[in-house]
């Protein structure tokens, strides 16, 4: 199966490269934009059929790895 | 003082620290690469040096975090054995949960490689020892993310704690927001554990290690090292 993490930096931590996309955006004339949170996409291919043990697994892998939970949070999705 | 520096694909910094450890102590040091798993346990000092490990994949210092040799770094850190990290080093150590916090991308996005005041802060460590509190000490930074950051109550607990070594600074030793060259947090450059016995700092003091270089503020600490573990 297939697992789709977003990282996203947390609330209250600044995210300087957000901020130039948001000016940048300005610039080319696309005004409205508020805000702008820049993140990261991953997807893992597993090989666990089991949706519930590959949630924890990929859990695991953020906790370890795929995020540092002191500046990010994450959400994964569990596709078949 | 029996030392090693670690040695990651894409470090550039560790023969530089080589060099200053060696100008101390007149040993040199053992280069420890990346897959090692086996570390000599009679180490006095482990120094992660700067660089780009991993090509800074994923985030700076990620993935060095969880290389073989960092299991044992941990291990023996946890043991009470003298942890240097520099630059990448502070990255790497604060990944693999040696030091508290994070480092982000630096405020303004621009890489910043320059030299820098700092005001040295706690002087009770064996790296910060020869420092007086309040002196200003000057270091080169060369560094991408530098950005020190903790959220308020890992701040306070750190600021409590006294394990700010070392903060961005004027040449008089005013630490101010125009002064904060990357956006750190308290203007934070350096930090040691609770203990401290491990010490992760953005700039650099293998670099200014004698007159020749520029400036000789580095070498004291290493100076320090060795007759504090020798």
């Known amino acids: 199966m297939k697992a789709k993490v977003h990282v996203t930096l947390k609330n209250g931590v600044l995210d300087p490269q957000g901020k130039a996309i948001q000016h940048a955006l300005g610039s080319l004339g696309f005004s409205g934009v508020d805000d702008v949170r820049q993140g990261k996409y991953i997807e893992l291919d597993l090989a666990e059929t089991d949706a519930a043990k590959a949630r924890e697994a990929v859990e695991r892998m953020c906790k370890e790895l795929l995020a540092n939970t002191v500046i990010e949070n994450y959400a994964i999705s569990i596709e078949g | 003082m029996k030392a090693a520096v670690i040695v990651f694909p894409g470090s550039n910094c560790d023969r530089d620290l080589a060099v200053a450890l060696e100008k101390s102590s007149g040993k040199a040091p053992i280069m420890l690469w990346h897959r090692e798993t086996e570390v000599p346990q009679d180490l006095d000092l482990i120094a992660v040096p700067g660089g780009f490990s991993y090509g800074d994949y994923l985030r700076s210092g990620a993935m060095a975090a969880h290389s073989p040799v960092m299991r044992e770094v941990k291990r023996m850190a946890e043991k009470g054995v003298r ?9 790497i150590l604060t990944e693999a949960g040696l030091l508290p ?9 621009k890489f910043i490689c320059r030299d820098v005041h700092l005001k040295v802060e706690n002087t009770d460590t064996a790296f910060t020892g020869p420092y007086t509190k309040g002196q200003v000490v000057r270091f080169p930074v060369a560094h991408h993310d530098g950005n020190f950051f903790a959220d308020d109550e890992l701040l306070k607990r750190i600021e409590g704690n006294g394990q700010v070594a070392f903060r961005y600074a004027a040449a008089d030793g005013t630490v101010s927001d125009a002064t904060n060259i990357n956006g750190s947090r308290n203007n934070i450059a350096g930090i040691v554990n609770e203990k401290g ?13 004698e007159p020749k270089l520029g400036g000789a503020d580095g070498k004291p600490m290493f100076d320090a090292l060795v007759e504090a573990l020798s």
């Open chain 2, 83 to 91: 942890v240097l990290g520099v630059c990448n080093g502070f990255q």
């Open chain 2, 197 to 209: 016995t491990v010490l992760g700092m953005m700039p650099h003091p293998e670099r200014l290690i």
């Open chain 2, 101 to 109: 916090g994070a480092l982000m991308r630096n405020r303004d996005l």
